[in-house]
């Protein structure tokens, strides 16, 4: 039986976070969440909504651009390896080897499946310890924070020094200020951090900033 997949949304936008920032991209935002961050932006993924579809059915209904992001709510919720198959046998016929999949997570479970996708960007959460699962911190390519009051400095920097012991490729280390806009207080300590540790970096937030998803 085909692996069915709760789906809130898609559309076609630019990557407003991370290294990627800027860079056209196809998203499939999945349904369902058990992380509960209090200052989530689609918390309407969390619970029951979006549609059930086929990995099948699902890509033939998208306008893939060269990059595809899976996000959620938490997508490794899912067994995501049909999913990405098709997407890969769609996008690189259109795209060639240009065409790649990204994955965004809390990194609250390991990945349910065989495959690794291309990217992988893990957001660490309070409500996780600021930690994931030994798969995910094997593959990631970057890691986003997002700076808000609870976060320090040396929570940063310990489980980055952790992640890059274990990494198999050495990954990029983001700040994100909380809030759309963020507020002052959030800038100044996402900016003090940077001044502290230079090989990190800054992201926006540019969905917000130019008023796209």
Known sequence: MPTKYGVNETFNTVQGEGILVGLPATFIRLQGCT?????????YTWKAGGIVIDARDLVASLDLLPHVVITGGEPTLYDLDELIVMLRYVGQAKWGH????????????????EISPD??????????DYDAKSGIK???????????DELTIDDVKNRMREVNRIARRHPACV????GCP???????????????TPTWRFSDRLQWRIGVK
């Open 119 to 128: 990217y992988v960007t893990w957001s660490p959460k309070k409500n996780l």
């Open 182 to 196: 963020p507020s002052q207080e959030h800038v100044d300590k996402t900016w003090e951090w940077l001044m502290d």
């Open 98 to 113: 240009d065409f790649r999949v990204q994955i965004e997570t809390s990194g609250q479970n390991d990945f349910r499946g």
């Open 138 to 148: 094997q593959v990631v390519t970057e890691v986003k924070w997002v700076v808000d």
């Open 175 to 178: 700040l994100m200020p909380e």
């Open 35 to 43: 992380v509960g961050c209090p200052w989530c932006d689609t918390k």
